[in-house]
């Protein structure tokens, strides 16, 4: 089975958030299940130098945008058992940023296109090819309405997989005839109108043989008018090929009893060594050094959507208990001042670091006690697999894949990998955490959970499973 992963981005080359994990992990897990799996993403500036000077130039073609001509370079480069293709062109790549400039649906278009050229020019014929997002949203589209009357193109099936709904890639309507060359019968027929533009995303939804997001719970939600952005009903009625699979973790790269960013190695069998990594942070962050006070972690984008309105609302009342905060991330300035603040005015509890840092937030991941994570949404979430994986207790809110991995604490039981709350009330979140911080000074009920965190599957091995039957039933 040939598959061919779309996306805009991809770990280990570049990345900006989950999406790029997932491009990195998935097509290596399926080539170990004997899958032949690729990705092609866009060639950009900021591609790490270490890789980039090793991209090995295919060939080149023109792609048509619109009435235009424009140049489109292939370059090669095998990581790990795959091979990842990158297409190239300066004018809409060549930036400092991935997202956010005033052409991207035009950059995006390129890309689609460019990618349905490139594989023939590849000789490269998948029998899936598998979107990612709303930057590939015209893919399934492109493929339905033009490419499928090429016989090279007509048995190819595409699935499309929603990581953010949030982000739908809304533009005018005259990008049908400006950049596809295409009449406004897609928009009129309602299967690409959205809001009285054009959206990718909706295409990518509507023209794809198959739907997946990134979890059990988020499938479902998106089918609500709470969680739906609009998109609810075009989702209730694709629901018979709409499919949750939940997104794992690298384990190689994750990995607490080999990872060379923390300052100790840990198992389940010497987690006593744990304590060291706990120390070694307290020590960087200029934090009192002390075992019997529990840290609770937040490795984030500081926004509404990861709940940070909750946190700010009860950071004061949580910090009068004898506990530390760590905070890694940024977001909303007015998120970043409050936080600030808080370290002023307890130095000796709060340690906030606004920036983006991998070695930190491993750091973070292994020595902090619990791991906070009360998002308002969360498609998937893999703060609170990493967390698990190195035994830091998960608090989070019953969301999204939060809700499918995170198994409350059951005091009767002992059953529990974490601790969650329902409502989107600070109070709850207060509350639980108290919860927690009563839970963590019972080392026998602490150990327990650890041991289940530890011992949580959430390996790429299982989801690629999941997606290789997915495919299958696409094919057989």
Same mark, same amino acid.
């Given at each position: ?8 981005? *991809? ?50 073609? !023109? ?49 689609? #296109? ?104 988020? *499938? ?80 984030? #984008?500081?926004?509404?959507?990861? %709940? ?21 991330? !940024? ?35 292994? %020595? ?30 019953? !969301? ?77």
């Amino acid at each position: 089975m040939k598959v061919l992963f779309i996306a805009s981005e *991809a770990d280990p080359f570049i990345k900006t958030g989950g999406l790029g994990d997932v491009m990195g992990a998935l097509p290596k897990a399926l080539v170990k299940q004997g899958v032949d799996a690729r990705v092609i993403i866009p060639k950009y500036k900021n591609i790490k130098d270490k890789y980039k000077d090793k991209l090995y130039f295919i060939k080149w073609f !023109t792609v048509p945008v619109g009435w235009r001509n424009s140049y489109c370079g292939i370059f090669e480069y095998e990581y790990e058992g795959v091979k990842f293709y990158f297409i190239d062109n300066e004018q809409y790549f060549n930036r400092e940023s991935l997202y956010g400039h005033y052409d991207d649906g035009e950059r995006f278009a390129f890309f689609d #296109r460019a990618v349905l050229q490139a594989i023939k020019e590849l000789d490269f014929r998948p029998d899936v090819i598998h979107c990612n997002d709303w930057q590939t949203g015209m893919v399934p589209v492109l493929l339905k309405l033009e490419y499928s009357k090429d016989p090279f193109y007509s048995d190819i099936k595409s699935v499309y997989s929603i990581h953010n709904l949030l982000f739908q890639g809304n533009y005018s309507p005259e990008v049908l005839q400006e950049l596809f060359g295409y009449d406004m019968e897609p928009f009129n027929n309602g299967s690409l109108e959205l809001h009285g533009g054009v959206s990718f995303m909706k295409g990518g939804i509507n023209y794809s043989d198959r739907v997946s997001t990134v979890s059990y719970t988020y *499938a479902s939600e998106i089918q609500s008018e709470n969680y739906g952005e609009k998109l609810d009903g075009l989702l209730q009625a694709r629901n018979n090929v709409l499919a949750g699979i939940l997104n794992g973790i690298d384990y190689d790269i994750y990995n607490p009893s080999n990872d060379n960013y923390i300052f100790k190695n840990y198992a389940l069998n010497n987690i006593e060594d744990k304590k060291l990594n706990k120390l070694g942070l307290q020590k960087q962050l200029g934090l009192p050094e002390r075992e019997d006070v529990p840290i609770i972690g937040v490795v984030s #984008r500081l926004t509404n959507q990861k %709940g940070m309105d909750l946190v700010i609302n009860i950071a004061d009342r949580l910090l009068q208990h004898n506990i530390q905060l760590v905070v890694l991330g !940024t977001g909303d300035r007015s998120y970043e001042d409050h936080f600030r603040n808080l370290q002023y005015r307890y130095p000796d509890k709060v340690s906030i670091n606004i920036m983006f840092s991998d070695e930190l937030a491993h750091k973070i991941y292994a %020595g902090s006690d619990m791991f906070l994570m009360p998002s308002l949404f969360e498609p998937c979430g893999l703060g609170q697999l990493i967390a698990l994986r190195y035994g830091t207790i998960p608090i989070v809110r019953e !969301t999204g894949g939060l809700k499918d991995t995170v198994t409350p604490y059951n005091k009767y039981t002992g059953e529990g990998n974490g601790f969650s709350f329902y409502n989107y009330i600070s109070s709850e979140l207060l509350a639980t955490i108290e919860y927690a911080i009563k839970s963590y000074h019972n080392k026998q009920v602490w150990n327990g959970l650890i041991k289940q965190a530890m011992t949580s599957d959430n390996s790429w091995e299982k989801a690629a499973g999941d997606y290789r039957r997915l495919y299958e039933s696409l094919l057989y």
